[in-house]
């Protein structure tokens, strides 16, 4: 899953949460189906815009504070009616459709409501006459506005990836098995004019001993890597072998 500003995206297949590396590389089998989680853990809604492999798929997609959404699909006005399929770039697709640039990349957009304005009114209170002279004072209201910046504030760093154009490295998203998804209109406050991005970029290969060799299993977050060196397997989240110190691929 990737973090970024009270915001997580991630990658499912087949209901399990993917394992993307340290630069959001998500491994996953050419062939298989796949759904986004767009997860809010801020306390404001979130409108979120998909982009695959430099294609809209959905646009305004609301994430209710504290909440989940999954997209299982390309939008089709309300209605998803099928599923997200990673497949493998051919060099007869290259020729029919072309290589972009961005082929592969999983791109989140996302803004927060604004925050909201307190204004307190000046407590009615009697006022107190000074001494010597007819003036009178009064408290004055005071207005509280929160920007993301001040204590308590979560700043996120801005999320790396790689772009290969090797065919036999990316692939590209289709439509997959029909599916029925529905959605339906919703309201927010003013978003903010800052935006956040989030970046995954999808792979069905993986490099071992410089030789690439198809994905077979997804990684999920509960998936052991065996150590290429050693043989022994560690938790998806580790880094290095901790027999010999080999990093993990």
């Known amino acids: 899953m990737m973090y970024n500003n009270n915001f997580i995206v991630v990658i499912k297949h087949k209901g399990k949460v993917l394992r993307e590396s340290n630069n959001g590389v998500v491994r996953l089998p050419f062939g ?3 759904s986004i989680l767009l997860k809010n853990k801020d306390s404001r809604k979130a409108v979120a815009n998909v982009e695959i492999d430099g294609e809209d798929v959905a646009t305004g997609i609301i994430v209710p504070a504290n909440e989940s959404v999954e997209l299982k699909g390309a939008l ?4 998803v009616r099928n599923h997200f399929r990673f497949i493998k770039k051919t060099k007869e697709i290259s020729d029919f459709r072309g290589d972009r640039p961005d082929d592969g990349l999983v791109r989140v957009e996302y803004r927060f ?8 009114d000046p407590p009615r209170i009697r006022p107190m006459r000074k001494k010597g002279g007819a003036d009178w004072t009064y408290d004055t209201c005071m207005c509280f506005y929160y920007d993301g910046n001040s204590t308590g504030g979560h700043t996120g760093t801005p999320c790396s990836y790689t772009v290969s154009n090797s065919c036999s490295d990316l692939g590209i998203t289709v439509p997959g098995t029909e599916t029925k998804q529905d959605f339906e209109y919703g309201h927010t406050k003013p978003l903010e004019a800052r935006s956040h991005v989030i970046v995954l970029q999808l792979r069905g290969t993986v490099r071992r001993k410089r030789r690439v060799r198809a994905v077979k299993k997804p990684i999920t977050v509960r998936t052991k890597i065996r150590c290429q060196t050693c043989g022994r397997k560690s938790k998806s989240n580790v880094k290095f072998c901790g027999n010999c110190g080999t990093y993990l691929r």
Do not use: F, N
């Open 32 to 34: 298989s189906d796949y």
């Open 76 to 79: 089709d006005g309300l209605k």
């Open 113 to 120: 409501e604004q925050h909201d304005v307190i204004t307190i």
